[in-house]
């Protein structure tokens, strides 16, 4: 892990590009420094030397009597790179490139950002940016950037990679009482990416809650074993742009028509544990929540409420989230009785009336706290003419400090709640206008805190039974004859040499060995064209089934051929397939489509003819997989209710569909020449499986 300690807890900062011209970067930065309380040393550079702001100048970072811990620079981009090897001459281990003009403006911008990532690499420079707006640390304090003001002090990290976004957050947060630990503006990621702060944040004791807006992700082949290591320490909420697609890529397989473009970034990230939002209203939402809430230990939730129709709303969303209305017992029941009026309601949602006094919440919420079937609290509170906002503030405050339990409040109103609202924030109590907006937060810190249960047993490394140099030799084969898909019978063989079941199929090249082969695997046999070139096999009379005897397959062989070529006269084909014929069973699909950039995704779900009409699919990354994650990929399906016993139905052999998807994982991992695979439809049955149609593409 990089150490950028002194990048935030620098003692010393030199300013490249200072200037005593008001309104110039270089000038605001070091205004900045200055006035947002940098107990350091500052040392502005300007060729001219002089005096800015109070503080000497020097022309040159070689001029500085002492080595500097952090370097800001801001002048013009065809000096940065002399100026960056300068610092590297000198011992400077931490540099801010505010400059624009690299790789965002075109070739030679780039050219000029590979050589500053080099010069990075070369001195061993922590470099942030180029096109940065800058960092602030809010308790160092540090703002080495150029933004108008300081965030307020606080425990969320914000990582942008867009610099007028940290602008508006930071302009934002003054006024929404929410603080910050860190702000970093990314800018082109030439040195230090992501990846490499989320890391550090994970350790940073000043940070509780890591939030971030992202346009790209840095290529990382073990992001998800890495994103693990992180997201089990810190929350990470990302929100990822660029999620619009106008579809997926055309591609041949199915798997590859049910890949959207998104949805690579999607898996990694749920394999990971991080938390993607859509919005930047959730981004900050979810931030506010786990910046001052504790976890929940359970998904059970209580609700109070002065209005009715707020805790119906509540209910309706708790439900699509995925958590439990907590049933409470007589007990609990009787005491609220105690409390509230004939006319309102001890069930959840506790209904405490619109009339209800301060002391009538205080009273309910010390009793709803104390029943250990709650995990967490909803407070929604309406301003109704003889609502006391401030009152009740009061006394969440007074019983929050009795228990662990998060409690989350709904204000839903305007004005009225405003002084509320921030007695409660301040308090680290998290308040929403919105009923929905609570639970969704409420939801993401559940499932957070249900990672430390989470196993990441790596199963797919597990697989060791397998015939790599068979697999190695058959894809030789297909390539050295200029062909990128497999014949059936080659699919066949890697199924076998990777030990996934799947019906035997062979390659016969004349009718004769039709009828040999057929007999060989025992009637009725399936026998069909064997050519790349020849998609809709059937289309053409390509395909016969039901062979029961050897004259049968003769025959049938040479219907077959002669049918593809009165079709495809210009084709020659390579012969034809004979495949075992198997009994029905339940039809799914595994599958794999190559990302770009996560690697093989693998597919899971229902099989058979209607596979793109229904999508009844999900995905996972195969790298890093895990054996609760196949359950859970399984779990998530409509097919997995037919798997597991429908309507009377005997339960089929899940575990043979686990032990398909860890298989195909394993092979796409090992050939990654793959680009496609298709294993359309696997019968499974009570016992075992059988893989009919297999396709591999390279």
Avoid at 622 to 650: C, D, P
């Amino acid at each position: 892990m990089k150490d950028l300690n002194k990048m935030f807890k620098p003692e010393s900062v030199a300013i490249i590009g200072a200037s005593s011209t008001s309104g110039k970067v270089g000038h605001i930065i070091v205004d900045n420094l200055i006035n947002d309380g940098f107990k350091g040393e500052i040392y502005p550079v300007n060729p001219k030397g002089g005096e800015i702001l109070g503080k000497t100048a020097y022309a040159s970072i070689k001029d500085i009597p002492k080595t500097v811990d952090l370097a800001i620079i801001t002048i013009p981009s065809v000096f940065v790179n002399d100026t960056v090897r300068d610092c590297g001459e000198v011992g400077v281990k931490n540099i801010v490139v505010i400059t624009a003009g690299f790789k965002e403006v075109g070739e030679e911008g780039a050219k000029l950002e590979a050589e500053l990532t080099k010069l990075g690499e070369e001195y061993g420079i922590n470099i942030i940016g180029p096109n940065s707006l800058g960092i602030t640390d809010s308790h160092t304090p540090l703002n080495g950037s150029f933004s108008q003001m300081m965030t307020p002090k606080g425990n969320i990290a914000f990582i942008s990679q867009s610099g007028a976004m940290m602008v508006a957050i930071i302009d934002w947060s003054i006024t929404s009482g929410i603080g910050f630990s860190k702000v970093i503006s990314l800018g082109n990621k030439a040195g230090v990416n992501e990846i490499e702060l989320l890391k550090y944040l994970s350790e940073d004791d000043e940070t509780a809650v890591i939030i971030c807006y992202l346009e790209s992700i840095s290529e990382d082949e073990d992001f998800i074993r890495t994103m693990r290591e992180v997201a089990i320490k810190k929350p990470i909420i990302i929100l990822k742009s660029g999620s619009s697609s106008a579809g997926a890529e055309a591609a041949s397989s199915h798997t590859g028509a049910l890949a959207g473009s998104d949805l690579a970034f999607d898996t990694a990230f749920k394999q990971s544990g991080i938390i993607r939002v859509g919005t930047m209203a959730e981004l900050f939402d979810l931030g506010l929540a786990f910046s001052k809430a504790p976890l929940p230990k359970g998904d059970h939730v209580a609700i109070i409420t002065n209005a009715g129709g707020g805790g119906v709303l509540t209910v309706d969303a708790m439900e699509k989230a995925g958590l439990k209305l907590v049933q409470f017992d007589d007990e609990t029941k009787a005491k609220l009785k105690e409390c509230i009026p004939d006319e309102g309601s001890v069930n959840n949602p506790i209904d405490v009336l619109g009339d209800a006094p301060v002391d009538r919440y205080k009273k309910s919420l010390d009793i709803v706290l104390k029943d250990e079937q709650v995990d967490s609290l909803i407070i929604m509170v309406c301003p109704t003419a003889s609502a006391d906002p401030d009152g009740i503030a009061n006394v969440i405050l007074e019983e929050r400090h009795k228990f662990s339990k998060p409690i989350i409040v709904v204000n839903m109103g305007g004005p009225s709640f405003e002084d509320a609202n921030n007695a409660l924030r301040a308090n680290d109590v998290p308040t929403y206008v919105f009923p929905e907006t609570a639970v969704t937060a409420l939801e993401a810190m559940t499932r957070f805190a249900r990672l430390e249960d989470r196993s990441y047993d790596d199963v797919i490394e597990k697989v060791s039974d397998v015939d790599k140099n068979a697999v190695r030799a058959i894809f030789d084969k297909v390539t050295s004859a200029g062909r990128d898909t497999l014949l059936g019978s080659e699919a066949y063989a890697v199924a076998e040499a990777y030990r996934i079941s799947a019906a035997p199929i062979r390659l016969s090249k004349s009718a004769e060995e039709a009828a040999e082969l057929a007999e060989e695997m025992e009637f009725p046999v399936v026998l069909k064209i064997a050519s790349d070139k020849i998609l809709h096999k059937s289309d053409i009379g390509g395909v016969k089934v039901g062979i029961t005897n050897s004259n049968e397959a003769k025959k049938a062989y040479n219907e077959i051929i002669a049918n593809a070529k009165k079709a495809h006269p210009d084709i020659i084909p390579d012969g034809v397939e004979v495949q075992k014929m198997m009994d029905s069973g339940e039809e799914v699909i595994v599958g794999m489509i190559k990302d770009k950039q996560f690697g093989p995704m693998i597919a899971f779900g229902m099989g058979g003819i209607y596979v793109n009409l229904i999508e009844d699919v999900s995905f996972n990354l195969a790298r890093g997989l895990s054996s609760e994650e196949i359950e859970k990929q399984i779990e998530s399906t409509k097919v997995s209710k037919l798997l597991e016993g429908y309507r009377g139905e005997a339960p089929c052999d899940i575990d043979e569909v686990k032990e398909a998807i860890k298989r195909v994982a394993r092979l796409t991992l090992d050939f990654p020449e793959i680009s496609e695979l298709d294993i359309n439809p696997i019968f499974v049955y009570e016992k075992g499986s059988s893989a009919l149609d297999i396709k591999i593409k390279l």
